[in-house]
């Protein structure tokens, strides 16, 4: 009997103008423990955080992710039981989709005495997701930039003083697919431009913790503009919390939640956004975040 457990970290994917190549793992996190026994048979159990949208069967992507790695090596569990404790909203715009891939892949990892290294296990992380935004930052934590180059995956991690953010999440449900299918398929050279400027200008605000200058670098044109009016209250959202003091608001990830940095201010700016999404018609939770820097952890028992 074998049983390893792993602890995946929320993240914040795209941060304004990084879009597919930016993010940040965040405090908030999925732990699976992963079991064998005797006992032959598949057997998944859930609890937390959106426990009911879970599913037990084999569609449960943390099994899935998990069978790609046995694949791989041409095995497959006879016995595995698997024990989801999620802290992460799904569908939420903070990577529950990226934890539920990787602690599937690094369980299996482990469970077959690691023929994998994380990069590896990154790049078939980012093969499924279909860009690195959310696993890259889950996988190491802190600020991770990815770049898909030809030779292959790019990580670069970039060192970040300990920021807090608001997140605020209205009950609304926006598909990743929809979100995306909103986007144009071309953008004119001054939106390139507009958002190549501010990319650069945003890593260095962050790894300075430059909150005057985060205002301007946190600022998109490829994706947010065409998101924003998906979400009833999004665009009213945005302003209500710079009005309550946040130095930058982004869309995180794909959405809906809202993400918004500040040096103080949280519960105030937690507590302005809400009221705008209520005028929406949507209740939202807050959560007041810190910046995981420890990312994916794999204990084996
Ligand atoms: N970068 C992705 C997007 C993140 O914004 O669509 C969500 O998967």
Redesign the pocket.
């Known amino acids: 009997m074998k049983q390893v457990t792993v602890t995946i970290p929320a993240t914040t ?2 941060l304004g103008p990084g ?2 190549c930016l993010g940040m793992a965040l405090s908030l996190y999925q732990t699976v423990t992963f079991s064998t026994s005797a006992i032959p048979g598949i057997t998944i159990m859930a609890e937390g955080e959106d426990a009911h949208k879970i599913p037990t069967d084999c569609t449960n992507l943390v099994l899935k992710s998990a069978e790609i790695i046995f694949d791989k090596i041409g095995q497959r569990p006879s016995s595995l039981q698997i024990h989801q404790k999620n802290a992460i909203p799904i569908g939420s ?1 903070l990577g529950s989709s990226s934890s539920a891939v990787l602690a599937g892949m690094f369980g299996a990892n482990a469970l077959l005495d690691s023929p994998f290294d994380n990069s590896q296990i990154l790049q078939m992380a980012t093969d499924l ?1 279909g ?1 690195p ?2 696993v890259a930052p889950a996988v190491y934590g802190g600020l991770i930039l990815g770049v898909q180059a030809e030779e292959g995956l790019i990580v670069e991690r970039i060192p970040v003083p300990p920021l807090r953010m608001v997140v605020i999440l209205p009950d609304f449900h926006l598909l ?1 697919s929809a ?2 299918a909103a986007l144009p398929r071309q953008v004119s050279l001054q939106d390139a431009i507009f958002n190549s400027s501010r990319l650069g200008l945003l890593i260095r605000a962050l790894e300075t913790a430059d909150y005057p200058q985060l205002h301007i670098a946190m600022q998109d044109r490829l ?1 947010q503009p065409y998101r924003i009016p998906l979400i009833p209250g999004m665009a009213e959202a945005f302003e209500a919390a710079k009005n309550a003091g946040a130095a930058a608001v982004a869309i995180s ?2 959405g809906p939640s809202l993400i918004a940095f500040a040096p103080d201010s949280h519960t105030e700016i937690g507590a302005a956004v809400t009221a705008v999404f209520k005028q929406a018609g949507l209740n939202s939770r807050t959560w007041i975040l810190d910046v995981d820097t420890g990312g994916a952890s794999i204990q084996t028992n």
């Open positions: 994917a795209n879009f597919d715009g997701e860009h935004d959310n990743t979100a995306r994706h990830g794909a």
